[in-house]
């Protein structure tokens, strides 16, 4: 297994037990990229590996790894070295958001959202990068959201964290160029996956009931791979979400914030 493992170019992507990141696995092994799967819950991706050696004949390495701890980014670290893998495209999915006040909120989840959104992304980012660097190849997508382009009353830890990932991802590609390296920084809007059911476990925003959009996990994919692919710094899928990501930094801060904490706020 080990031999078949090395034969292959390779792909790893966080937050592969659903949703997006699923979908991007699938679409990467489609491409002929091996895939090294990694989120907490094993089961799913063991069961994808499973379909993607089927489909496309490709191996997977499934990592059980919980990123927003210290040692997660160490455990897939670990695993690719055993494996001795070099990574051509990092795809960083993994994260999540909560709906609430603040001073709500409890502050463990909050800082999980923060070590997960940022430490993770970043740190897994500073451990590959040099890598493909050194070899003049390699390609970096961070999923964002167009929550990065305004601040969000009622979310605002997860707002901001996309934002740095929005920032840090278009400086880096400014960074890389010409190195042979691109990253990219897919900012999808209200997408139909698990992350409506976290995001609303203390309270139900109004983001995540009403007409949203049709965009699903599956389109989103598509579009963040061929960005990434072309190497664009940034998608933003969807032709109503590009008008706001282009429209929310021109208008008034008092009228972002209104919108956005109309819209992050309780229905009831």
């Known amino acids: 297994m080990d031999s078949m493992v090395r034969a ?46 089927q489909a496309h004949g490709v191996p997977s390495v499934v ?52 070590d997960l959104n940022i430490r993770a992304l970043t740190s897994l980012t500073r451990e590959l990068v040099p890598g493909m660097v050194a070899r003049r ?19 605002s830890v997860y707002y901001a964290s996309k934002a740095y990932v929005l920032s840090f991802s278009t400086a880096l590609h400014a960074e890389l160029k010409g190195q042979g390296v691109t990253v990219t ?7 139909e996956t698990e992350f409506a059911a976290r ?10 009931s009403g007409p949203m959009g049709t965009a699903n996990a599956r389109q989103v994919a598509e579009a963040g791979y061929q960005a990434l692919k072309r190497g664009k710094p940034v998608v933003v899928p969807g032709f109503s979400n590009r008008f706001s990501a282009w429209f929310m930094p021109l208008a008034p801060l008092a009228l972002r914030l209104r919108i956005a904490g109309y819209m992050n706020a309780s229905e009831h």
């Open 8 to 53: 292959h170019k390779y792909a790893v992507v966080t937050g592969a037990s659903s949703g997006i990141g699923w979908e991007l696995a699938s679409i990467l092994a489609r491409e002929g990229y091996g895939l090294v799967l990694v989120a907490r819950r094993t089961g799913p991706m063991r069961e994808l590996a499973d379909q993607l050696q």
């Open 63 to 114: 990592v059980g790894a919980d990123l927003a701890a210290p040692e997660g980014v160490r455990t897939v670290v670990d695993e690719l070295k055993t494996h001795q893998l070099d990574v051509e495209v990092l795809v960083n999915n993994a994260g999540f958001g909560l709906a609430g006040s603040f001073e709500a909120l409890p502050a463990e989840q909050q800082m999980g959202m923060v």
């Open 137 to 155: 190849r390699g390609y970096v997508l961070n999923v964002a959201s167009l929550a990065a382009f305004t601040p969000g009353p009622f979310m």
């Open 185 to 191: 920084a897919l900012c999808p809007g209200y997408t």
């Open 199 to 208: 995001a609303a476990e203390h309270q139900k925003a109004r983001l995540f």
